[in-house]
């Protein structure tokens, strides 16, 4: 028999909406926009230096390592700085300044042109109803204050949420357990009441793990767990949390 919880935490990017898809959309948008390619040969290009550097950018700013205006400027900076196409303009013009004012405007814009770009996981409309006509539901989620709550809006679920618990509002974020009790706190239930509903390992699970919550892992890939990795329960898609709760 399976657990009775009393509330259910869940995820917002790339849980209930589709963060990755909106943000390359809006990184393509952005390309024709903004002419990058007098930057980079193709988006293809940009793209791939603008990932992974984005992504060790998150990580530190998790860490309290760098800034959240930091962030937002450096994800762009440093991809335009690589470009196969800088180089030596920079070297015979001197164009940093100008390369730093661009990453400015692409900063200013991509958050817009993100949450412009928002669309819902297939499934994620139908869990949402299911899961919030049978437990007070609470969104845990990483992100910036000025585009999370206009994701929120637009998906048409806002009603569906007992409590929002957003990183920047609480001051922390996950795996941070910060995050997870001041949403413990919201509802008034201990850790062994509620279930976190998430698909990333390093903050979802990992953070619900260090709070002492039970712990649904979205998991799509189907590649063995890397080790030490694992959850209360383990699916592949939004469909199976239904069978769960």
């Known amino acids: 028999m399976m657990k009775q919880y009393k509330a259910v935490f869940i995820d917002w990017d790339d849980t209930i909406g589709d963060f990755v898809g909106a943000a390359k959309l809006a990184l393509q948008d952005m390309y024709e926009k903004y002419n990058l390619s007098e930057y ?32 937002s400027f450096d994800r762009f900076f440093f991809p335009l700085m690589h470009g196969s196409r800088v180089g030596e303009r920079l070297k015979v013009k001197g ?15 991509f958050l817009n042109m993100t949450t412009a770009r928002f669309s819902l996981l297939p499934g994620a409309k139908e869990l949402v109803r299911y899961l919030a006509a049978k437990y007070p539901l609470t969104v845990v989620t990483n992100g910036f204050v000025e585009v999370q709550y206009e994701k929120f809006d637009k998906s ?25 009790e001041e949403a413990l706190r919201m509802n008034g239930l201990q850790a062994e009441d509620v279930v976190m ?22 998991r799509k890939s189907k590649d063995p767990l890397p080790e030490g990795q694992s959850a209360t329960y383990l699916v592949q898609s939004l469909s199976e949390v239904m069978e769960i709760l």
Not at 52 to 64: F, Q
Not at 95 to 109: G, N
Not at 200 to 205: A, G, L
């Open 156 to 180: 048409g679920l806002r009603d569906c949420f007992a409590h929002i618990v957003l990183s920047e509002e609480v001051g922390c974020q996950k795996p941070n357990p910060r995050i997870f």
């Open 197 to 218: 509903i998430g698909d990333s390992w390093n903050s979802d699970i990992q953070g619900a793990i260090n709070a002492g919550i039970d712990q649904i892992w979205i």
């Open 95 to 109: 164009e940093r300044q100008e390369v730093a004012a661009l990453a400015e405007q692409l900063s200013e814009d």
């Open 40 to 71: 980079f040969a193709s988006f293809e290009e940009f793209f791939l230096l603008y990932k992974p550097h984005n992504i060790e950018l998150w990580d530190k700013y998790g860490k309290d390592l760098v800034t959240k205006e930091y962030l």
